[in-house]
């Protein structure tokens, strides 16, 4: 749904996909995106700190950072990403 612009549709299978698994780093990352693209800033934002948090390998944290970093380029500060 997310590649095809359906973000509402993604976000509610997201958001009901981190209920099945609220561990998993992934969900938490692409709801982070879709909230990105919706322009919901502190709910991405939420969403991509559960996700660093949930990442073991710190290859994939640092990417997942410079990737939100990017993504935070001239948004008002207010979260670590």
């Known amino acids: 749904h997310f590649k095809l612009g359906n973000l509402q549709e993604a976000e509610r299978f997201l958001t009901e996909a981190a209920k099945f698994d609220p561990g998993s780093a992934p969900i938490h990352e692409h709801l982070g995106d879709v909230h990105h693209k919706q322009g919901k800033m502190p709910l991405a934002n939420a969403a991509w700190e559960r996700a660093l948090k949930l990442t073991a390998d710190p290859k994939v944290a640092a990417a997942f950072e410079r990737n939100w ?4 380029k001239g948004r008002a500060e207010g979260s670590a990403f």
């Not at 970093?69 to 935070?72: F, M």
């Open 69 to 72: 970093e990017e993504k935070n």
